[in-house]
């Protein structure tokens, strides 16, 4: 993934600290495509800061004309989306499967194989505004890949936190994802599912456990596997998702 990419994605990934960076990156993440035909005046008024304040924040990464990032961010999305293209046709689902096939028990295997959830997480995110993820750090920091992906297709996935003061409160509109493996979150902090609960928003859940009960869709990771496949499956999950948002549901290609 392109380095500024992935330095933007980090900073709006610490939601803790919602500062004039962290709305810059929010914006250039948001209107990614846009900023291509913006002047830096306009990229400017849009985040509602100085002209000088978005120097020293381009400068941060060692950029001092507007031209070259647009140029920068332009040749990333052409080459991760020929990437997306690419390995969207030759991706072989069969090759994890029969990996993971002998590992879990009957149900779990054409749980975690099933394609039909897959396309309903794309069915969501192509009818949501943004997808926001909430759970567990460990989990949310390994979809860096996914958030970069889903990005070059003008989906933005951000990360939330769970403290009061800096929660971003959901709009009626977005995906919610719920990571957390064991629920553990929930102990952290009691109201959460509560709150999601009695949302309106579409949500997904994946861990041991559906947390959020029927109104989630589940993406189960079987509660009995070594930590390097549960890793394996989530990745395999949220890698599936992207090629096959790609394939089937991204409309600017």
Same mark, same amino acid.
């Given at each position: 993934?392109?380095?500024?990419?992935?330095?933007?994605?980090?900073?709006?990934?610490?939601?803790?600290?919602?500062?004039?960076?962290?709305?810059?990156?929010?914006?250039?993440?948001?209107?990614? =495509?846009?900023?291509?035909?913006?002047?830096?005046?306009?990229?400017?008024? #849009?985040? =509602?800061?100085?002209?000088?304040?978005?120097?020293?924040?381009?400068?941060?990464?060692?950029?001092?004309?507007?031209?070259?990032?647009?140029?920068?961010?332009?040749?990333?999305?052409?080459?991760?989306?020929?990437?997306?293209?690419?390995?969207?046709?030759?991706?072989?689902?069969?090759?994890?499967?029969?990996?993971?096939?002998?590992?879990?028990?009957?149900?779990?295997?054409?749980?975690?194989?099933?394609?039909?959830?897959?396309?309903?997480?794309?069915?969501?995110?192509?009818?949501?505004?943004?997808?926001?993820?909430?759970?567990?750090?460990?989990?949310?920091?390994?979809?860096?890949?996914?958030?970069?992906?889903?990005?070059?297709?003008?989906?933005?996935?951000?990360?939330?936190?769970?403290?009061?003061?800096? =929660?971003?409160?959901?709009?009626?509109?977005?995906?919610?994802?719920?990571?957390?493996?064991?629920?553990?979150?929930?102990?952290?902090?009691?109201?959460?599912?509560?709150?999601?609960?009695?949302?309106?928003?579409?949500?997904?859940?994946?861990?041991?456990?559906?947390?959020?009960?029927?109104?989630?869709?589940?993406?189960?990771?079987?509660?009995?596997?070594?930590?390097?496949?549960?890793?394996?499956?989530?990745?395999? =999950?949220?890698?599936?998702? #992207?090629?096959?948002?790609?394939?089937?549901?991204?409309?600017?290609?």
């Amino acid at each position: 993934m392109n380095v500024f990419v992935t330095s933007l994605l980090k900073i709006i990934n610490n939601p803790d600290i919602q500062d004039t960076n962290y709305n810059i990156a929010y914006y250039l993440l948001l209107h990614y =495509y846009d900023v291509f035909e913006m002047t830096l005046q306009e990229i400017a008024d #849009a985040c =509602y800061v100085s002209v000088s304040t978005l120097n020293r924040f381009f400068r941060i990464f060692g950029f001092k004309k507007i031209s070259i990032i647009k140029d920068l961010m332009q040749v990333h999305a052409a080459a991760r989306i020929s990437q997306l293209e690419e390995r969207s046709i030759r991706k072989n689902n069969q090759q994890v499967n029969q990996l993971l096939k002998p590992l879990l028990d009957n149900d779990d295997y054409w749980t975690v194989s099933d394609q039909g959830l897959i396309n309903q997480c794309c069915e969501m995110i192509k009818k949501c505004s943004r997808v926001i993820l909430i759970g567990s750090n460990e989990m949310m920091d390994s979809l860096l890949r996914f958030q970069g992906d889903m990005v070059m297709m003008q989906k933005l996935v951000i990360q939330n936190t769970i403290y009061n003061n800096n =929660y971003i409160e959901p709009q009626a509109d977005d995906l919610i994802i719920l990571l957390s493996m064991t629920g553990r979150i929930a102990e952290l902090k009691p109201t959460l599912i509560e709150h999601l609960l009695v949302g309106k928003n579409k949500l997904i859940c994946v861990g041991y456990k559906n947390f959020l009960c029927e109104k989630a869709l589940f993406l189960k990771i079987p509660s009995y596997l070594d930590e390097t496949l549960e890793n394996m499956i989530l990745d395999n =999950y949220f890698q599936n998702i #992207a090629y096959c948002y790609y394939g089937g549901y991204y409309d600017n290609r």
